[in-house]
């Protein structure tokens, strides 16, 4: 810019500039009558009380009361764009879904990145994974493909996610991040080792959204034409090229510019600079996850590239920002359970639980009509169902269909065409102990052939960083499991914790948060 200021700085500089000499548009209310003095309260005489008959204060005030929606209880801070996915590589021979019917079709699409475990106002360079949804507006409903930018989780298990998102959130009695929760949850789920090792690496803190990947994480199941079905795991590779923060530097901008993840991705759209991914797909066939060496829906686990390679989809571009950030960004949904025919969920634990809990979680945060909401709904599809009602219904609300099924008056019938795809499963129906299921032999492959000897250091810094503010017993713990992983991983923690641990002079004192059980009496419950 002429002056030095981006584009996300000046935007009101430019909001104004594009309506030239056009007009202030007439000030209204709500309802949308005019308003003929927006500064001065109706009042009895100068000084005197307010009247009630001020429609103009209380109209505004009142919709200032309920501005707030309920933050999203993970994946609160993000960036929004939207743009076009487009087929570049014919894999039909995979899946049916008409969102890959020929090379060269475009679908729009919206992504959302953001942080996971941070607040709405938290920074966006803090070691945390980032969120990478994207949604497909398809002429067969809308693909909802909701990944992170890392290809494995902590958990394989969907009863642990609560647990597991309340040892990363506050700490109930301090409200403070407790390094004890965090770590007392992580040693004792083992399988959480291959993230961890993840998120304490060079990725950990990724420059902005542009220069990471996306994955779906999850194994899925595709469908072709024939009914032949296979599993399958989707990747996204940024265009731009890896780039990871330092630790140093991520610090730096969050103190000066905590909202650098979303400024970046907003200028870079604005002068024309558009951010692209190559899409890509794993295909395993249901003999070889047979015959797989272990679960092939583990969430902890990935599918190595050299016996599943890469295979090239498509490309997906982001060329606009959102016009307004609540309306297209705040507002927006993704669930798992949008699929179009072609593309099903796997026996994948954790998807199954994501399956349920994301779009009850949104007709909670935004109402059982979220799905009208402008930047959710399948606007390249007709919706013809018997829902009815329910608040803030904004459609016509299918009109005078009928409301039931079946029925005798034309109202929309089910397609068997488009049915779920057949599986045979057999087993007793229990609660299956997952925890021990090899959590160190992908995590060692991480260590020892994925990481640079550089790479080794830094990870092993940042998380003795991390793990030297757990109390001791905890750090044992984990230590003993980065151990298990190769001895050299643990070791060079536990060399570096006892250095820190010697520095600050730490004892083995186990803390614990206890209830104040003591008699209160009536004029200390006056002050409460």
Same mark, same amino acid.
């Given at each position: 810019?002429?002056?030095g ?21 007439v000030?209204? #209310? ?7 003095? %927006? ?18 204060? #209380?109209d ?21 764009? =939207? ?18 019917? @020929? ?39 809308? /693909?909802? $493909? ?7 989780? =902590?958990?394989?298990?969907?009863? &642990?996610?609560?647990?597991?998102? @309340? ?15 965090? /770590?007392d949850? /992580?040693s ?8 961890v ?13 542009? @220069? ?21 795991? +989707? ?29 970046? &991705? ?12 190559? =899409?890509?797909?794993?295909?395993? #066939?249901?003999?070889e ?13 990935? /599918?190595? @590239? ?8 498509? %490309?997906?571009? $982001? ?6 950030y ?10 798992p ?18 399956l ?54 034309t ?29 160190? #032999? ?18 092993? %810094? ?9 109390? &001791?017993?905890?750090? %044992?713990?984990?230590?003993?499991n +980065? ?12 060399? &570096? $914790? ?31």
């Amino acid at each position: 810019m002429a002056d030095g200021r981006d584009d996300a700085s000046d935007q009101l500089k430019q909001w104004r500039s594009q309506r030239v000499s056009q007009k202030p548009d007439v000030l209204t #209310t709500g309802a949308g009558n005019p308003v003929g003095d %927006k500064l001065n309260i109706l009042t009895l005489g100068p000084r005197g009380p307010l009247l009630v008959q001020d429609v103009v204060f #209380t109209d505004e005030m009142a919709h200032f009361d309920r501005e707030r929606i309920p933050e999203r209880v993970v994946h609160a801070k993000g960036a929004g764009a =939207f743009g076009y996915f487009e087929v570049t590589h014919d894999i039909t021979q995979y899946c049916k879904a008409k969102v890959f019917e @020929h090379i060269g079709k475009r679908t729009p699409i919206a992504i959302r990145f953001s942080t996971v475990a941070g607040e709405s106002g938290s920074a966006d360079t803090v070691r945390d994974p980032r969120g990478f949804a994207m949604k497909f507006y398809t002429e067969e409903g809308n /693909w909802d $493909l909701v990944g992170n930018n890392t290809p494995i989780f =902590f958990i394989r298990d969907a009863m &642990l996610f609560p647990s597991f998102i @309340h040892s990363q959130k506050r700490n109930p009695q301090t409200h403070l991040k407790d390094p004890d929760m965090m /770590w007392d949850f /992580w040693s004792l789920r083992p399988e959480s080792l291959h993230q961890v090792s993840f998120l304490f690496s060079d990725r950990g803190i990724p420059d902005g959204y542009r @220069h990471m990947n996306g994955y779906g994480s999850h194994t899925f199941k595709l469908v072709n034409a024939s009914g032949r079905a296979v599993y399958c795991k +989707f990747h996204v590779k940024t265009d731009q090229g890896i780039k990871n923060l330092s630790v140093e530097e991520a610090g730096r901008l969050a103190s000066t510019d905590p909202d650098y993840g979303i400024r970046d &991705l907003y200028n870079a759209i604005a002068k024309g600079d558009y951010p692209s991914w190559s =899409f890509y797909i794993q295909v395993m #066939t249901f003999e070889e996850a047979e015959k797989f060496p272990f679960n092939p829906f583990d969430l902890t686990k990935i /599918w190595p @590239h050299g016996d599943y390679p890469l295979i090239p989809v498509g %490309k997906l571009v $982001l060329n606009r920002n959102p016009v307004n950030y609540f309306a297209e960004v705040e507002q927006m949904a993704y669930d798992p359970s949008n699929m179009p025919p072609g593309i099903e969920p796997s026996p994948d634990k954790m998807l199954q639980g994501r399956l349920f809990s994301y779009p009850d979680t949104h007709r909670h945060r935004l109402g059982p009509n979220y799905l009208q909401i402008p930047v959710n709904c399948p606007f390249r599809t007709r919706v013809a169902n018997y829902q009815r009602d329910g608040p803030m219904c904004v459609s016509d609300n299918q009109g005078g269909a009928p409301n039931y099924y079946p029925n005798s008056f034309t109202g929309p019938e089910d397609q068997p065409f488009v049915k779920e795809s057949r599986m045979s499963v057999s087993g007793d129906v229990q609660r299956f102990n997952s925890a021990n299921e090899d959590n160190v #032999t992908q995590v060692r492959e991480f260590y020892t052939k994925v990481l640079k000897e550089d790479e080794r250091q830094r990870l092993c %810094k940042n998380i003795a960083d991390h793990l030297k503010d757990a109390q &001791l017993f905890i750090q %044992k713990r984990a230590v003993k499991n +980065f151990t298990d992983v190769h001895p050299d991983y643990g070791a060079r923690i536990q060399v &570096l $914790l006892d250095k820190y641990n010697a520095e600050s002079g730490k004892k083995d004192v186990i803390r614990t948060y206890t209830q104040n059980t003591s008699p209160v009496s009536a004029k200390e419950r006056s002050n409460l």
